[in-house]
Structures are given as structure tokens and as C-alpha cells.
């Protein structure tokens, strides 16, 4: 018996060997990510990819590094304008 603020319970069964789709097929349908490859690689029982952990560790370290990156044009470029700036300098002090 369900009641108007309760959903009905749905049970969805797939079979097959090999993930053709049915986990992202359970989960529009549900709402649900019946994948459990991702928990069992956070509880260390497989080793073909990344934890949690790791994953938030990978993309901290790639947002830092684009920061990085972007912090290392900067000054470049600031390098470039006072080596610009002094040349103009010497040459005007020179030139008298």
C-alpha cells in the first residue's frame, strides 16, 4: 500500500555478463548509480582504477597546477615588460 507522499517501490532486474548500459539504465530510471565498482575500489578489494580519494587528490592537483600555470605567464610576461622597460631606460641614459 503506498501513500500519496511515498513513491511505489520498483524493483529493476538486468542479467548479462557484461555492462552493455544496464547500469546507466538503472539509474535514469531510479535515480540510482547501482555501480558498485567505485566502492569496492574505496574499500582496497580492486586495483583497476581510482578511489575516491585519489580522484579528489588528481583533480586538486589539476586545478592547482592550471593555477600554477597560470601564475607562471603572469610573471613571465611581467619579466618581459620591466626587461623591455630597463633596455628603453639605458638607452635613452646612454644616448645624452
Not at 511505489?8 to 552493455?20: E, K, Y
Not at 538503472?26 to 583497476?48: M, P, S, W
Not at 583533480?59 to 600554477?68: G, I, P, T, V, Y
Amino acid at each position: 500500500m503506498n501513500t500519496p507522499s511515498q513513491p511505489p517501490n520498483l524493483i529493476v532486474g538486468t542479467a548479462g555478463h557484461v555492462d552493455h548500459g544496464k547500469t546507466a539504465l538503472i539509474e535514469r530510471l531510479t535515480g540510482i548509480n547501482a555501480d558498485r565498482l567505485q566502492e569496492e575500489r574505496d574499500r582496497g578489494q580492486r586495483k583497476d582504477g581510482l578511489t575516491t580519494a585519489e580522484r579528489e587528490e588528481l583533480a586538486r592537483l589539476r586545478r592547482e597546477n592550471r593555477q600554477l600555470r597560470v601564475e607562471r605567464d603572469i610573471l613571465a610576461k611581467a619579466t618581459a615588460w620591466f626587461a623591455g622597460r630597463s633596455d628603453a631606460t639605458s638607452t635613452k641614459s646612454s644616448d645624452s
